[in-house]
T-cell receptor, first 113, second 115 residues
């Protein structure tokens, strides 16, 4: 079946450091891929998405490229800020294959000044 | 639009009691999802509806859990009887797509504590 695996946290970085959070997926069809962010006490918000192979999603300095050959969608940011501290979820959706939005377990990012 | 609205935001109940969580999706959205979030298991999909019809309820943990969507603007998730291990944050989400892979919009969640 379809699934998402992301690196376990927590990830602890200093401000302005480079961030990578790895995400790989297993899918039988042609899913869309997403990164969501959850700030403390809040629901999940879409950060970025990519709907087909080689697409790059980007938002707020974050980027992720849909790599079909490696079944990956790694999240990157060149210079993190304290305000980026949150939990990040990788997710896939493949409605055509009957798969609703399913999530990885989440990675907690903590950025210190 | 006000977004996905869940109620209550917090619920504390005693073991054995019935609990009903409510969700109002964004107007015009065709799909609705219920998720449960815990530290141990992360974010689990419980059930999702498309055009008010349950499509996949394989994530519903057991018969104590039930979900309904009587119309396009309202859904409930009921736990009867509740148990301490049901304590979690329950999220409702909706998305506008039928057959497409667009993103879901989440409510603020209901934090359930069963004592």
């Amino acid at each position: 079946g379809n699934s998402v695996t992301q690196m376990e946290g927590p990830v602890t970085l200093s401000e302005e450091a480079f961030l990578t959070i790895n995400c790989t997926y297993t899918a039988t069809g042609y899913p869309s891929l997403f990164w969501y962010v959850q700030y403390p006490g809040e629901g999940l918000q879409l950060l970025l998405k990519a709907t087909k192979a080689d697409d790059k999603g980007s938002n707020k300095g974050f980027e992720a490229t849909y790599r079909k050959e490696t079944t990956s969608f790694h999240l990157e940011k060149g210079s993190v800020q304290v305000s980026d501290s949150a939990v990040y979820f990788c997710a896939l959706s493949d409605v055509q294959a009957g798969t609703a939005l399913i999530f990885g377990k989440g990675t907690t990012l903590s950025v210190s000044s | 639009d006000a977004g996905v609205i869940q109620s209550p935001r917090h619920e504390v109940t005693e073991m054995g009691q019935e609990v009903t969580l409510r969700c109002k999706p964004i107007s015009g959205h065709n799909s609705l999802f219920w998720y449960r979030q815990t530290m141990m298991r992360g974010l689990e999909l419980l059930i999702y509806f498309n055009n008010n019809v349950p499509i996949d309820d394989s994530g519903m943990p057991e018969d104590r859990f039930s979900a309904k969507m009587p119309n396009a603007s309202f859904s409930t998730l009921k736990i009867q009887p509740s148990e301490p291990r049901d304590s979690a944050v329950y999220f409702c989400a909706s998305n506008p797509s039928v057959g497409g892979n667009t993103e879901a919009f989440f409510g603020q969640g209901t934090r359930l504590t069963v004592v």
